[in-house]
């Protein structure tokens, strides 16, 4: 082979080792390129994963080897619901609860739970609280489980109209009183309709009083009636992009055994409205 021929060959050969260092650069150029595009950068220029989603409640979960959970995580709900629940200081470690056998002897099973998983899945399966013993003692069960099952599907908020922690949250002028758990029909026992009756309106009547206000709570009466009311927690729990707030409620009778507690969602959609009730969002 001549010279000038050599020549030509090493040319050739420097052209397709320069040709392909091009072409992989570029295929990677695109490869950048196409993530950017698939993958949105965060506002904030951070990435938050759904696990790191952060609730601090304002009444703490109390398990019964004595620890008070204030903060939770979305991925520490799962570990939180197998952990036994506290009783309060009663003598056992659980409740028991009653489902009546679908057989012509009617016979009743029962069944023993201590944490939120085992009373979750009980009350789903039709198991209840079937004595006034055992009703009490569900009672414990009925805040950390409603609250951990509420706070797995809560979002974080993008706009707030409640009041700040600067302002009072239990402003009876925000509280509409349908949000008392009256006894009787006020329109036909007051004549008159409580859908824009605040709790002030009724106050202002010297009917409803308040026994106890402080930054978080609500003690007040009303109708044979005494309602205890408690935040736990702000977020966005009916997906609809407004902060909403968690109120853990319990009712007794000022004279009788009537009691029953509840967890309970507010919001308010603009700084000249009222609180309202609203459920939470149960879609998967």
């Not at 009373?119 to 013993?133: L, M, Q, R």
């Not at 009083?209 to 978080?216: A, E, Q, Y």
């Amino acid at each position: 082979m001549g010279l000038r021929q050599r020549c030509l060959c090493m040319r050739i050969g420097f052209l397709f080792v320069v040709f392909g260092i091009v072409f992989v650069l570029s295929c990677e150029g695109r490869s950048e390129t196409e993530e950017a595009k698939t993958t949105p950068a965060p506002a904030d220029g951070t990435s938050v994963k759904p696990g790191e989603l952060t609730f601090e409640l304002v009444r703490s979960i109390v398990f019964a080897d004595g620890t008070e959970v204030k903060s939770i995580t979305k991925a520490d709900i799962e570990a939180l619901r197998d952990r036994p629940i506290d009783m309060g200081g009663n003598k056992t470690d659980g409740v028991t609860l009653t489902r009546s056998r679908k057989t012509k002897s009617r016979h009743e099973k029962k069944i023993h739970v201590r944490t939120c998983r085992e009373y979750d899945a009980a009350i789903e399966d039709g198991y209840y609280p079937s004595s006034t013993y055992d009703i009490s003692m569900a009672s414990w069960f009925k805040y950390p489980c409603g609250t951990l099952n509420l706070l797995e599907k809560a979002t974080i908020p993008q706009q707030s109209f409640l009041p700040t922690s600067d302002e009072e949250v239990f402003d009876l002028e925000l509280l509409p009183l349908s949000l008392f758990p009256v006894l009787t029909d006020f329109e036909q026992t007051y004549g008159y309709n409580i859908e824009n009756v605040t709790y002030q309106d009724r106050a202002n009547q010297g009917l409803l009083k308040v026994t106890d206000r402080g930054d978080n709570r609500l003690i007040c009466e009303d109708d044979g009636l005494r309602q205890h009311l408690t935040e736990v927690a702000r977020a966005d729990f009916n997906s609809d992009g407004i902060e909403d707030l968690l109120l853990s409620e319990a009712v007794h009778a000022t004279q009788g055994t009537y009691r029953t507690y509840n967890l309970i969602i507010l919001t308010r959609n603009s700084t000249d409205e009222k609180f309202e009730k609203v459920e939470p969002d149960d879609s998967e």
